[in-house]
């Protein structure tokens, strides 16, 4: 008897080991893999996008820079491609970083000295049923620091959840990713979503400050919702 019972036992966690295998490799072909991603970077609709804004010529400490088709880039994450209707453009050279929603152009995050937007994931943290843009986007002249926020998209707001220059570590990059856990027994569907906060080596491909890839190198914490505002919470709380 005993020994049927490690039997049993041996099969159970064999069984247990291959589900995992299988739930790792959906998850890298799915692309809800948050280790290594890359930033989607296109010249889709960057057209349209300019024939709205016009060229512009910054000013202050970007003089001598410009907003122009060259150096536009549509940014827009694949999960907000395809789950709304927002179109995110970045400018390769200033990393100014403007949302297209319903034919009308915003600013989605700050960008001057730092990368500007990183990624994003759609979220209706309001439940209001109108899906809003939790940022990852980074900034600072002589002080950079990490920004993570939400633009709601009925006000055209943002709020900052999270500022890393109020932290021990200003300087460390991060990005956000909408993750759930593998339960093989459940449909995906059913599973909770946590909004989770990286930190990350961040690379720029090409010279190209619009094109980026990052690798997760740890998770500082996720974002809840707390009486309806968005809420940093940390990984030791």
Known sequence: MKRLFCLLLTGIVLISLAACQTNADNSDKSGSNVDNMN?????DSVDEFM???????????SAGMKLDEEHCYNVTPLSVATQTDIKI???SDSCVSHALIDGEVYSICESFGGFGFVNAVPWDYDGDGNLDLLIAS???????RSIISVFNTTTKESIVVYDTSTTDNPSV???VAAVSPSFS???PQDLPVYYEVYSANIEVNGNNLADLSYTATGVIGSVVVENGTPVFKP???
């Open 39 to 43: 930033t989607s970077c296109t010249k």
């Open 51 to 61: 024939s709205i804004i016009g060229e512009v010529e910054l000013g202050g400490l």
């Open 89 to 91: 453009f970045k400018f």
């Open 138 to 144: 980074s900034w600072g002249s002589g002080l950079h």
């Open 173 to 175: 990059d991060l990005f």
């Open 185 to 187: 027994s459940k449909d």
């Open 235 to 237: 990984m030791d709380d």
